[in-house]
């Protein structure tokens, strides 16, 4: 592995790691915008406004880009302003076909997708197989669909009668976060293009290469010109998107603070947003519950992605009478987790996305011991034995004598850490879970049907789960209730986030006006 060549679109990059040969000539950074069909230098290049991308395994460089200012971001909008015209009046199945195509395509390029996912965002690359395949979902689920978006027929008095159209919106803007960039260019882009929309998609300044891989993608799969596109940039590239006139509608997936940023912003042009926000999600488990399998969920809802899950169920809430076996064995299991290259098949925790984020998870964990939470294993930066892999490693940590109120149960970590919490009573419990402003997830594990069913009931989650977590499909709803987001990824319903309803009366008889 370590000798293979990696192709990325015809250019050969050496090695396992090197600098992206493709998009930084280690000078200004070049060709790594995706407009109208291609890559394509930004316009009016500005040094101060150059960002260096760092692999997270290594700390190395890996690319640097250029910001995209108000020029280039326009340039992106009107290529996409200009191949809705087209896009838009195809119908539904020929979209579907050429969506298919690229579909086909990414399964056949899946291993480099997951190359490149692995090198930008440090997470093993087994999960990063996975996070292609929810691309790949995505946009198949999403064409099966495009030929079957339709209206409604309504009768009306008099053989008069009304009919509803779902039209497209226009030029549709995608924002992505660091920690899942295939999937939410995916997530984004095969809804909005499978109802007829095009689309300009930013990812995050972390994690830029694969959205745009998928753009060319497109283009081999016969997408007309213009109708994906890629800038990169920081925040103020996204606040450009989302100000922007001829822009639509908003898809942001981030942080709850910059959410708010971006529902401000498109609040000017009384545009859609869809948010998928952070979270602080509950596990219940009963004592009744199998509890390998609850373990195994807790790990699912913790560990994936070295932690950095918006849905992850990082408050875990223990029946205190099955305290110490559920310990037991989550640590003894958290314990064989496999931390380090993120290219080795067997990894089971990679690197943080950055040094930063790392640190940040280091300050939660000094904050919970000082506020009396106790380590059962983990949350120690570990230096791998390849020394080439400086970048930061954290071990999958178990809080216990953990209570509500320490700031590591409150707020989003978005690293390794599960908190571990006593509870006694069902109501107890309940109230418990649903005490924080996120509502993104939450799931309970017991064998006592009657009792899933209920707890579910009260949860305030959008996405909830019985005996599992963090279980994804795209014919399944996404999306949070209270601070955790608006508007849902995935499933029919994302149809409605990409269309509008345009009704028409038709009359039969004459009019009867009253003058
Ligand atoms: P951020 O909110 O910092 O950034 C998200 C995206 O928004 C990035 O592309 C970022 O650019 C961009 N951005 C930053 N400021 C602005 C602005 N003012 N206007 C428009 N866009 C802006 O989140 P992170 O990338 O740090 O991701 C972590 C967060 O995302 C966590 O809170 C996590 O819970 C949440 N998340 C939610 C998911 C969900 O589906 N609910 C899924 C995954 C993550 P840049 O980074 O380039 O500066």
Redesign the pocket.
Known sequence: MWLQQVVLRGVQVAGRRGVCSTVSNGKLPLHFNYINGERVSPLNPDPNQV?KVLEPATGELLIELQASGPDEVNRAVQCAKEAYSEWSQLTGLQRARIMQRAAQIIKDRQEEFAYWETRDTGKPIYEARMDIWTAIDAIEYFSGLAPSIAGQHVPLANGSFAYTKREPLGVCAG??????PIQ?AGWKSAPALACGNTFVF?????TPITAVMLGEVYTEAGLPHGCYNVVQ???????L??EHPDIAKVS????????S??MA?AAGGIKTVTL????KSPLIVFADANLDNAVGGAMLGNFLSQG????NATRVFVENSVMDQFLQRLVERTGRMKIGDPMDDDTRVGAMIHQDQADKVMTYLDGAKKEGAVVACGGELVTPDDPRLKGSYISPCVLTNCHDDMTVVQE?V?GPVVSILGFDTEEEVIQRANNTEYG?AGGVFTNDLTRAHRVIAQMQAGTCYINNFNIIDVAVP???FKK??LGR?NGLVTLEYYTQVKTVYVEMGDVDAPF
Request: hydrophobic share 35%.
């Open positions: 960002m924002i992505g976060a660091w920690n899942y939410m930013k990812p995050s300044q972390f940039g920081a925040g103020d590239t996204g606040t998107l989302c942001f997936t981030g942080s709850v603070p910059t959410g940023k971006v912003a998928e926000l952070g979270g950095e899950v918006c849905s989003e978005f993104l996404f999306g949070g955790s987001g990824e």
